[in-house]
């Protein structure tokens, strides 16, 4: 059995120092802060597309719930409540020039203004046309 003779050279040396071992746990604790960061920033924005995506579903609800049919509709402004969103939506004529003469023509292009509101306040405004069936004259 051999044994090594440690010289009291080597024992100085052997492990960390107090300073070596202070930088190690500042380098840990700045990149434990950065992940948590980087955690706190991605709740807040899958939170915040969360909401979007219920606006942008209660905006296609009230879509469809103002003029549920291809019909033109009775008052040119709705309102009323989706998915404990607010919503109001306005039909105007679109101006176009359909090039035929008003008697052929069977569909209407009308533009719908939505405003959908959250509980939150949060809004989200569209503008779309859609074709409406001419009334019969």
């Not at 202070?22 to 380098?27: F, G, K, T, Y």
């Not at 549920?68 to 176009?96: K, M, N, V, Y």
Request: glycine share 6%; charged share 20%; no cysteine.
């Amino acid at each position: 059995m051999s044994r090594t003779l440690v010289s009291p050279n080597d024992k100085a040396t052997a492990g960390f120092t107090l300073i070596e071992t202070l930088v190690a746990l500042a380098i840990v604790a700045v990149s434990i802060v950065a992940i948590g960061t980087l955690m706190g920033s991605t709740a807040r924005g899958s939170k915040q597309l969360e909401q979007h995506v219920a606006l942008v579903q209660a905006a296609y609800n009230a879509l469809w719930l103002a003029f549920p049919t291809r019909l033109p509709p009775d008052s040119t402004t709705q309102s009323g409540e989706s998915i404990a969103h607010s919503w109001r939506a306005e039909a105007e004529p679109f101006a176009i020039d359909l090039g035929a003469p008003t008697g052929e023509v069977h569909w209407v292009p009308q533009k719908v203004t939505l405003r959908v509101r959250s509980s939150s306040g949060a809004t989200i405004d569209l503008e779309t046309v859609r074709l409406f069936r001419r009334r019969a004259e």
